[in-house]
C-alpha cells in the first residue's frame, strides 16, 4: 500500500478526529488533551473487556494483536502525511504517556483511598500472577533517563508507551534498527536497574 | 548522572554485550582500570540486562488494559444470580474462581466463571445445566459439590462447594508426602470416583490441579463432569489427533510446562482418542499415585506428543527406585491400576480404594508382608521413643465395611432388653470421612440417622439412611448447628445453632462438647428453622414430644436444666440440688429424659446423674460422660475410661422405681476410637454411636508482636492423634518441650525443629507436666504428681521439679507448686500454691537466696500467670467475677483488671517491647490490649489472630523469646459414626 496517497480515502470519524486533536495539542492547545483523553480511555476499556472475555489472560500472541488494533486506531497512520509521521508518532507516544500514566496514578489513588480488602489467600488455588509493572513509576524513571540521554529516553517511550517497532521507530528517529535495538536494551537494563 | 559519564558508561555497556557473558568481566577489568564506581555501575547495568528480556516487551496501552481487567475481573461485590462475590480465591483450570455467598442459604460458595466459548447457545446451555444438575447430585465427602449453575447476564458460573485447602499441585510443590499419606490421599480419591462412576459420571481429567487438600488432609475432587463438557462443547477427543486438539484449544499460550503436566495424566484409550469409559480415571488417579509416591511424574517427555507416546507405549520406571520406602505390596496395587489395557485394570474405583486401604492398614501396623522397616531394637527404643512408632493412630480402620467387637459376655438378663443376642453384634461405620462426624440421633423407625459434621468448613446437621445412601445436608446455614434431637414422631429435629447468636460456639476445656447458641426446632427433612430458646445445649424431648429439655448457663457454669415447650413459649427452670458431699460440677451435660417420664439422666462433672423429671436432688450413678437411656429405660448407656485406656460405651441397669443403679457397669465396645455419644434406636436393636480422635497439636506461626499481626502461615511441629499441650520455647527458638497427655499420666517430651520428638520423663509412677524452658536455656522446669494422688482427684497438688533440657538429672525445687514460670532474668520462678484456705495464690521462688515469697493475696487467683518482660508486672487470670486478667506491681501494690470481656479469658503473654499484652478469649483467636509499656491504657482488645473460628480450640498460646513466632496447640475432634446392631 502506498501510504502517501490515502490522506484522501475516506475517515473514520473517531480516527480522524484523533489525528485533529493530537495535532492540536502538539501546537500547544491543552484543551484538546482534555478530549483525546475519553477516547483513549474508550480503547483502554474496550482492549480491558476483550481481556476479560478471553479465556486465558496470559494470551499474548492474541493480546499483542488486539494492542494493535487499539494503538492504530488511536494513532491510524493513514490519516496522517507521510512528512510528519515521525513528529506525529513522536507526539501520540507523549499523549499515550500522559494519558496511560495518569490513569494509573489515579487508580493507585483509588485503591490506596478505597479501603481495598485484604483477604489471605493463603489456601487458595495457585495464582499465577504476571510481574504487575507500574506505569507510574516507569513515567519517573524516564524523565530521569531523559536528563542524561534524551535519545533512550525517547525511545522507551516510542516503543512502550506509543506501542510502535523498532522499524518504525528507526524510520522516525532516522537511525538503524539495529541502533534502535541496542539502545532499546541498554535503556531497559537501565530502567530494570532505576526501579529495582 | 551526568552525560560525560554516562556516555563512558554507555560506551562500555555496548562493548560488554557484545560480548559472550563470560569474557565481560576481564573485559571491565581492563576497561574500568581501578574506577571501582564506573565497574560497580557497569556490572549493575549487565546483572539488569540480564533479567529484562521480557521487561517492558508489552505496550503500555496493554499494562493498562489488564491493570483495568484485574480491577474489573475481580467482580469484588458484584451479585451473580443470588451469589455475591467476596473475594478471588485464584484461576484454575477452567477459568476464574471466586469466593461468594449464596444470599438465599446463606453459606460460602465457590463460583467458578466459565470459559466464555463453552456456553454458545441456548441449547449448549441446557445441555450444560442438566450435566450440572446430575453432577450436583454427586454428594460425597471426597467430591467437590456442584450447586448450580448461575449467571450474570454475559457470563456463567458454577456455584459450588467452597472447600478452604490448596491443590494437590500445590502441596506437592512444597511437601513431600509420605508413604501413609500418598496411600490415604489416593484411596479417598478412589472413594469419590467409585460414587460419581456409580451414578455414571466419569471425571476424565483427574489431575493433581484438580484435587483439593484441606487441612487434616482430606481431598476432594474438583470439576467433576467438567472436562466432559467442556469436550462436548468443543469437540475435543473426538477427532483422532488429540493432542492438536488439546493443545490448540486450550493451552496454547500458557508454559509448555502446564501442557507438559496436562497430558501426563491421561489414560492410553485418552491419548490414542478412543471411547473413554469409568477406567479412565482409575489411570489417571494411579499417576497421581506415582507422583505423590515419587515426585515424579509416571510418563515424562520432551514434548507433549512424547508423553503421549509413553502413556500408550512405555512402563513408567520402577518405584523403588526412585522412593525405596514404598513397600512391594503398593507397587503390585499401583502397577494394576496403571495397566494399559482398561480391561487388566482395576475394574472399579472402590476395588482401588480398598486395596489402597488394605495396604495402608498393613503398613501401619508393620504387617507387611515385605516388611522392609526394621522395628526399633528394644534397647533403643527404651531410650529415645520415637513419638510416630509408639503413637499409631487410634481412629483406624475407616472405611470398614463391618467387624466384630469383642465382645465380654454379659452375666445373665433379666430384663427383656437383655435378651439381645450378644453373640451377634456386628458394627458398621456409617461415616467415613476423615473430618468431625458426630452426635447422631435416630428418627423413630430406627432408618435414618441426624448427625453433626464439619465437612462444610462449619458444624452442619445431616441426615444419612442407615442403608447407605447420601449425606444430605439439613442445616445449609453458615453458622454452626450441632446437638440434633429427633423429635418422638419424627418430624422435627431439635438442635443447638449461633444463626442469629451473638455468641460462638466453643469448647469449655479439652474434653468438653461445644456450648453456646441457642435451641431451635427445625422440620426434619429440610425447611425454616424457629429457635424456642436462647441459650442453651443438649436439647432433649419429652416421650410424648411436647416439651424440649436443655441445659443452660455462662460460659463459667453450664448448670441450669430447663424445660421449654416444644411449640416455643417461656421456658421453666427444673431445680436440682446435689448432696453436699458430691464434687461440685458447675457444667451440667446431656440431659435425657426417660421413657416412663420420671427420669432425667445427665453428665455433671465427669458423673451420670439422675433426677426426678421435675426436680430436686440428683444421685450419682457413675463415673461416665454422655448418658442415655436405652429403649425402656432399664439400661443407662454411657461412655467412660478406665484408667490408660480409650473411652467405650458402657451400659448399667437402672431401677426406675428406685431411681438408682441396679447392678454393675459393663462394657458394650472396646473403645477403637474415643466411643461416646451414644443413641439408641426405638426398638433397642440399633446403638449408634461416634468413635473420635481428639488430636491436639503443636504449631508455629511466624508472627510480628509488635503490628499484632501473623506473617506466615502456621507450621506444624508435632502431628499424630495425641493430645499434647503444656508448650514451652527454648530460648532459640528451635526448640519445643511439651506435654503428651494420657488417661492416667502425662510425661514431658522435646522436639527440636525438623526432628522427631524426644521423651525425657518417663516414670509410670509420676504424671509430669507443665514444663517450662529458663531463659537462659539450661533448665527445664516442671510439676510431678504422684500417678495414685492424681487418679484419686483430680486437683492433687503437684511439685515443681528442675532438669536439664536432655532430662538428666530432675530434682525437687518445692513442694505444693503449679504452672511455673521463670522470671525473665532467669533468677527466680513464679507459681501457683494452695494455701490453708483452699485458694491459689502466687509466690515468687528466689533461686539465689533459696526463699520463697507470697505476691498474691485475694480470693479467685488462677495460677496461670506472665511477667511482664521487665518484670516489674505479673499478669494473671482471675476468676474473682468471671475469669478476667489481672495485673499486680511486682514490688507492692493493688492488682488492677485488664481485661474483662464476657468470654473467658486465658493464658496471659506479654509482647517482648512490654507494650501489648496478648490473651486467649474461649480457647479461641487471640486478642490484645496495650500493655504495661503504654500504662495499661484501656482499650477494646483488638484480634491478633484470624483461624475461622468453628471448631477452633488452641492452647497454650505464647510467643518465642524474640516476638516473632507464636506457639500453641491446636485441638482437633475429628470421628465417625458407627452403628452397632443387635441380632436377636
Known sequence: ?196 | MNRERWNQVDRLLDAALELPPEKRAAFLDEACSGDEVLRKELDALLASDDGARSFLEQPALEVAAKALVDKKDSLLGQIVGHYKIISRLGAGGMGEVYLAEDTRLGRNVALKRLPDDLITDEQARRRFAQEAKTTSALNHSHIVTIYDLASDGQRDFIAMEYVEGESLRARLQHDKLSVKQAVESAAQVASGLAAAHSAGIIHRDIKPENLMVTRPMQIKILDFGLAKLIEKQRGQFAASNVTTAHLAKDYDQTKSGVILGTVSYMSPEQAEGRPLDHRTDIFSLGVVLYEMLTGHKAFEGESAIDILHAIINKEPSAITEINPQVPLELTDILAKALAKDPAERYQHAGDFELDLRRFKRAFETNSLVSARVQPLVPHERARKKRMGLLWPIIGIAIGMSIAVVAWKMGRSTRQAERALNLRNVSLTALTTDPGYEGEPTFSPDGETIAYVADRTGTFQIFLKQISGGPDINISNNSADDVQPAFSPDGKQIAFVSTRSSSSNLHYPGVDFPLLGGDIWVMPAFGGSARRIAESGNFPSWTPDGSMIIYTSGTSRFQSQMRRVPAQGGQAQDIPITFKTDEPLAAFWLYPSYSSDKHWITFEAGNNIFVVRAEGGEARRLVKGKRPVWSAYSRMIIYSNSEPGKNFSLWQVPFSTTEGTAEGTPEPLTVGRGRDIQAAVSRDGKLIAFAAQEISFNAETLPFDSEIGHQTGEPQPATSGGKIIYALSFSPDGDSIVFRDYQAASGHIWRIDHGSSPIQLTSDPQFDDGSPRWSPEGQTIAFVRRSVNESQASSGAVGSLWLMSPDGANPRLLIENAVNPVWRPDGQAILYGSVVDDRQNQLFIFDLVTKSARRVTNEPGVVPVATFSPDSRWLIYQSNASSLDLRALPVEGGESRVVVATPHQDYHPFVSPSGKWLYFQPDHKNIYRVPGPAQDWQRGQPTKATNFPESGLFLEDPQLSHDGRQLLYSRGRITGDIWIMKFER
Request: net charge positive.
Open chain 1, 1 to 196: 500500500m502506498e501510504k502517501g496517497h490515502v490522506k484522501h480515502s475516506p475517515m473514520t470519524s473517531s480516527s480522524s478526529s484523533v489525528s485533529q486533536l493530537l495535532i492540536a495539542w502538539s501546537q500547544g492547545d491543552e484543551a484538546a488533551l482534555a478530549q483525546l483523553t475519553p477516547l483513549v480511555y474508550h480503547e483502554l476499556h474496550r482492549l480491558a473487556r476483550r481481556y476479560m472475555r478471553s479465556e486465558n489472560p496470559g494470551h499474548t500472541l492474541q493480546t499483542s494483536a488486539l494492542v494493535n488494533e487499539a494503538y492504530l486506531r488511536l494513532i491510524d497512520q493513514k490519516n496522517v502525511s507521510w512528512q510528519n509521521r515521525s513528529h506525529f508518532f513522536g507526539i501520540a507516544a507523549q499523549l499515550m504517556r500522559r494519558i496511560l500514566v495518569d490513569h494509573a496514578r489515579s487508580h493507585a489513588r483509588q485503591k490506596r483511598g478505597g479501603h481495598a480488602q485484604r483477604l489471605s489467600l493463603d489456601a487458595t488455588v495457585i495464582l499465577t500472577k504476571e510481574r504487575v509493572v507500574d506505569l507510574v513509576a516507569i513515567d519517573e524513571a524516564l524523565s530521569k533517563l531523559a536528563e542524561f540521554d534524551p535519545q533512550k529516553s525517547r525511545i522507551v517511550e516510542m516503543k512502550f508507551f506509543g506501542g510502535l517497532t523498532n522499524d518504525e521507530v528507526a524510520e522516525y528517529l532516522n537511525v538503524s534498527s539495529r541502533t534502535i535495538e541496542r539502545e532499546w536494551r541498554k535503556a531497559k537494563a537501565w530502567l530494570k536497574g532505576a526501579l529495582e
